[in-house]
């Protein structure tokens, strides 16, 4: 069942600590969902007070697609053919980065000998096959999407590459439900840096506080708060977002069955 956040509220006690301790150690980090008051339109908005919503941003991976498993496997399969181990926590490290980020992670922090653009060409080849023997829809992802977009135009906000997402768009049918794709790859910074929903609501002409951002992840999360869209979080089961990042969503949902324009409206 959907739970409105309390903690979303800027007067909750656990809000304002959080902003406190943002503004003085974390000014215009996005680490934390809190950009210093740099771009952030939800400082002092009052989530108890519905706000008109013009357009809906989904993100992709981990949320309409099972997908997180072929990116990782793709990664892991290339660590493993250079002889090299995949250390604990990697795979977590590189949720919500973008195409540039985990490739230089890959090389920089698991030491794999090729260059990042290499390494990324190599792990796309690999999610596009699997994609090709079976685009991995979760359940209740058409529906979903067939739902907001009877109401809303649509756009996707994803750290997928862009020629993942393009053929995603072309297999799935979606490039004729959505209005705007973009890829972390195409902005300055991956989640949880704000750019790619910006760039998003940028290219479907709506305000930022007037769209909606759907995510499964704790970066998307925080990227999709740090924009200052209404957040409305599906968490991922395989790699659920922490609390802090659940603090800063809107709306906290169990599956996208729940996922109504009326939630979406805050109706």
């Known amino acids: 069942m959907a739970c409105q956040n309390s903690a979303a509220n800027p ?4 809000r304002a600590k959080s902003y406190n ?3 003085s150690r974390f000014p215009g980090d996005w680490s934390n969902g809190y950009d210093g008051g740099l771009q952030n339109r939800r400082l002092g908005f009052d989530s108890l007070v519905p706000r008109l919503i013009d357009a ?5 991976d981990g949320l309409l697609l099972d997908s997180e498993s072929a990116w990782d496997g793709g990664r892991r399969a290339l660590v493993a053919e ?22 230089r992670h890959v090389a920089g922090e698991l030491g794999v000998p090729l260059e990042p653009r290499a390494i990324s060409d190599r792990v796309v080849e690999h999610v596009l096959r699997s994609y090709d023997a079976a685009l991995p829809l979760l359940p209740g992802a058409e529906a979903a999407v067939a739902r907001l977009a009877a109401r809303w135009p649509l756009a ?10 393009d053929h995603v768009m072309a297999t799935s049918g979606w490039g004729d439900v959505f209005r705007a794709w973009v890829s972390s790859e195409e902005v300055g910074r991956g989640k949880p840096a704000p750019d790619v929903f910006l760039e998003a609501a940028r290219r479907i002409g709506v305000e930022p506080a007037r ?6 992840s704790h970066n998307g ?16 089961h395989e790699f ?3 609390e802090d990042a659940l603090a800063r969503a809107d709306v906290v949902l169990g599956g996208l069955d729940e996922l109504t324009p009326s939630v979406v409206a805050g109706e």
């Open 11 to 14: 007067d909750h006690p656990s």
């Open 21 to 23: 301790r943002a503004s």
């Open 56 to 60: 809906v941003i989904f993100d992709l």
């Open 82 to 103: 250079h002889g090299l181990e995949w250390p604990e926590g990697a795979t977590e490290a590189m949720l919500g980065m973008s195409a540039p980020e985990w490739s």
């Open 156 to 165: 996707l906000a994803s750290s997928s590459n862009k020629e993942v997402i």
């Open 211 to 216: 769209a909606a951002g759907i995510e499964d």
């Open 221 to 236: 999360i925080l990227a999709a708060h740090a924009a200052g869209l209404r957040t409305i979080a599906v968490p991922n």
């Open 240 to 242: 659920p977002p922490g």
